[in-house]
Structure formats: structure tokens, C-alpha cells
């Protein structure tokens, strides 16, 4: 737990408009697991984003895994796994194709047939992903964001709308990460998840 943060923001500034989406904010994210709470609209998803590489901040410095995530985002996507809150999927694609297709743009993916077992996809393996139910879409994009066996994870809100079950399975699956040594930082409404899993 001494080493290197894997994720540093330092003074991030992030503006839409008028509206100032974070203001300031210092993160440092260590191996393990580090949730991020917060209410509605306070910014979390924004500085995923921008750590993710998706959105360039306003100002400040972000570091991940000791790269710059806009400039260095070649040689930093193939360690950074990464769940977004909705999108990333085609829509008319099989939920089994999908996930075989992100595996295969990996050196070392997992395998994919384990992994739809373990979050419970099988039955729905030949399903499109518009007519998967919200949570199976979840853990669709789950699946998509640890395929590729990243050293670093971003989930967004990874349980949103599961059932008790399903929670569970990706609490086990966070959990395997990070004894897997996989950095994982999710963002969360319950403190119980924060307190299980971060
Ligand atoms: P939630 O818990 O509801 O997911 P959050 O903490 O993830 O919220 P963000 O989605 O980062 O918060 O939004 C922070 C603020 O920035 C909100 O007030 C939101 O309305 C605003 N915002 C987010 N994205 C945009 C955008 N693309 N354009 C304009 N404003 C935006």
C-alpha cells in the first residue's frame, strides 16, 4: 500500500460552459481498490472521464499509471480497463460476440467463456445488447472492461440497478481483481459497497 499512486490528480479543473464540473479536486488512487463517492452531479464521472483520457481537463495534472491519459493514451489503453456508465457497446451485436471482439483486440485476454459464466451471461450469450435487460447490460460492460486483464480498472457505478445477486457476483469479481493485484477505482452511491470492496 506505500507505492506509487496509480492514479494522481492534482488541482483538476473541469468546466462545461458556465458550469464548473470540478473545481480543484486531488485524488491519489493506490493499488487496491479505491471507490469514489459522492452525490449526483458532484463530478465523478467527469474525472473518470478525464482520467480515462476521454475528456481533457481545464486545468491541472492527471497521472495514470504515471502517464499523461490525452497525450500517452496509446501506451496507456492496453493496461486500463474501463466501464462506462452507458455506451462503448454496438447495439445490434450479440452479447457474447461483443465481448469475444474487445477480447480479441488484447495480447492476454481472459478467457471469455469462463467470464460470461462467472457474471452469469450465459443465458443471454446470443441476445443483442439493445434487448439485454439494464442489468445485464451492466455486466456486459463489466465484462468488457476486465477481458483485456488491465493493471487498472475504472468502473463507473458498476452496481447501478443490479439485482442483489448480480451485486454480489461483481463485488466477487472486484474482489478477485484487486487479489489479483488488478488496481480497480469505481465510483458509487453506497457506502456499503465502498465499504466491502475500497
Ligand atoms: P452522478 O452521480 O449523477 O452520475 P457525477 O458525480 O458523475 O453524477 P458528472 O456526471 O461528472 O457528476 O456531472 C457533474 C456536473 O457536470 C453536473 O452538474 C452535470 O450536469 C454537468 N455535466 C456533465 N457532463 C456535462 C456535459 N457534457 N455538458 C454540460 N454539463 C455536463
Given at each position: 500500500m506505500r507505492s506509487e499512486p496509480v492514479v494522481q490528480v492534482q488541482s483538476l479543473v473541469k468546466r462545461y460552459g458556465t458550469k464548473t464540473a470540478v473545481d480543484g479536486l486531488d485524488l491519489a488512487a493506490r493499488q487496491g481498490v479505491t471507490a469514489v463517492l459522492g452525490p449526483n452531479g458532484a463530478g465523478k464521472t467527469t474525472t473518470v472521464e478525464i482520467c480515462e483520457g476521454y475528456r481533457r481537463p481545464d486545468s491541472g495534472t492527471v497521472r495514470v499509471l504515471g502517464l499523461d491519459?490525452?497525450?500517452e493514451s496509446a501506451a496507456l489503453r492496453p493496461r486500463v480497463g474501463v466501464m462506462l456508465?452507458?455506451?462503448?457497446?454496438?447495439?445490434?451485436?450479440?452479447a457474447d460476440e461483443m465481448l469475444r471482439h474487445v477480447a480479441k483486440l488484447h495480447a492476454r485476454p481472459l478467457d471469455v467463456d469462463a467470464l460470461i459464466e462467472r457474471l452469469g451471461l450465459g443465458s443471454c450469450g446470443r441476445t443483442s445488447y439493445r434487448r439485454l435487460s439494464g442489468g445485464q447490460q451492466q455486466r456486459l460492460a463489466l465484462a468488457m472492461a476486465v477481458v483485456g486483464r488491465p493493471e487498472l480498472v475504472f468502473l463507473d457505478e458498476?452496481?447501478?440497478?443490479?439485482?442483489p445477486q448480480a451485486r454480489h457476483a461483481t463485488w466477487d469479481l472486484v474482489r478477485d481483481l484487486r487479489d489479483d493485484g488488478v488496481s480497480v477505482v469505481l465510483t458509487t452511491h453506497h457506502m456499503d459497497e465502498a465499504e466491502q470492496l475500497a
Amino acid at each position: 500500500m506505500r507505492s506509487e499512486p496509480v492514479v494522481q490528480v492534482q488541482s483538476l479543473v473541469k468546466r462545461y460552459g458556465t458550469k464548473t464540473a470540478v473545481d480543484g479536486l486531488d485524488l491519489a488512487a493506490r493499488q487496491g481498490v479505491t471507490a469514489v463517492l459522492g452525490p449526483n452531479g458532484a463530478g465523478k464521472t467527469t474525472t473518470v472521464e478525464i482520467c480515462e483520457g476521454y475528456r481533457r481537463p481545464d486545468s491541472g495534472t492527471v497521472r495514470v499509471l504515471g502517464l499523461d491519459p490525452v497525450r500517452e493514451s496509446a501506451a496507456l489503453r492496453p493496461r486500463v480497463g474501463v466501464m462506462l456508465q452507458s455506451g462503448g457497446v454496438y447495439a445490434g451485436a450479440r452479447a457474447d460476440e461483443m465481448l469475444r471482439h474487445v477480447a480479441k483486440l488484447h495480447a492476454r485476454p481472459l478467457d471469455v467463456d469462463a467470464l460470461i459464466e462467472r457474471l452469469g451471461l450465459g443465458s443471454c450469450g446470443r441476445t443483442s445488447y439493445r434487448r439485454l435487460s439494464g442489468g445485464q447490460q451492466q455486466r456486459l460492460a463489466l465484462a468488457m472492461a476486465v477481458v483485456g486483464r488491465p493493471e487498472l480498472v475504472f468502473l463507473d457505478e458498476p452496481t447501478a440497478g443490479l439485482d442483489p445477486q448480480a451485486r454480489h457476483a461483481t463485488w466477487d469479481l472486484v474482489r478477485d481483481l484487486r487479489d489479483d493485484g488488478v488496481s480497480v477505482v469505481l465510483t458509487t452511491h453506497h457506502m456499503d459497497e465502498a465499504e466491502q470492496l475500497a
